[in-house]
């Protein structure tokens, strides 16, 4: 069996929120955005909603990857709210494959927690974050399966 990268796993999971997710604002579709977009994954057809897209291949979860934290930085200190996020948890139990995904409206500073990648890796000391306390937030379930 070919083992399947975070990165692929991540565009799946983009694709699943298009197909399984209407816009949380209008009801519309969410359509994905141009690879490489700044801070959002998804968007609305319909409305200006857009929001940043995580898959996780796991129950879910307080702690999940988030992205580089340049960009993150500069949009909070301009004063903007971090966008909102929408989690696509999937997970194996008993041979059934399960699915869950999470509409978070509201994700403050609190919950983003800055690391630097080593000097090993191959973006050496790159400045990262990830979400954090995702247990402790309001969210509304989407999509269950």
């Given at each position: 069996?070919q083992?399947?990268?975070?990165?692929?796993?991540?565009?799946?999971?983009?694709?699943?929120?298009?197909?399984?997710?209407?816009?949380?604002?209008?009801?519309?579709?969410?359509?994905?955005?141009?690879?490489?977009?700044?801070?959002?994954?998804?968007?609305?057809?319909?409305?200006?909603?857009?929001?940043?897209?995580k898959?996780?291949?796991?129950?879910?979860?307080?702690?999940?990857?988030?992205a580089?934290?340049?960009?993150?930085?500069?949009?909070?200190?301009?004063?903007?709210?971090?966008?909102?996020?929408?989690?696509?948890?999937?997970?194996?139990?008993?041979?059934?494959?399960?699915?869950?995904?999470?509409?978070y409206?509201?994700?403050?500073?609190?919950?983003?927690?800055?690391?630097?990648?080593?000097?090993?890796?191959?973006?050496?000391?790159?400045?990262?974050?990830?979400?954090?306390?995702?247990?402790?937030?309001?969210?509304?379930?989407?999509?269950?399966k």
């Amino acid at each position: 069996m070919q083992k399947v990268s975070n990165k692929k796993w991540g565009d799946i999971g983009e694709l699943e929120i298009v197909d399984l997710v209407e816009c949380p604002n209008c009801g519309k579709s969410l359509m994905l955005l141009p690879p490489n977009y700044p801070l959002y994954d998804v968007q609305c057809t319909g409305c200006s909603f857009r929001a940043q897209v995580k898959t996780n291949r796991s129950k879910p979860k307080a702690q999940i990857f988030g992205a580089g934290w340049a960009i993150m930085e500069k949009v909070l200190k301009s004063g903007f709210l971090t966008p909102p996020l929408i989690t696509n948890f999937r997970w194996k139990e008993k041979e059934e494959v399960k699915q869950e995904i999470r509409f978070y409206p509201f994700v403050s500073k609190q919950n983003l927690k800055k690391y630097q990648l080593p000097p090993t890796v191959k973006r050496a000391n790159y400045w990262m974050f990830n979400y954090v306390g995702l247990d402790k937030l309001p969210y509304f379930v989407v999509y269950k399966k």
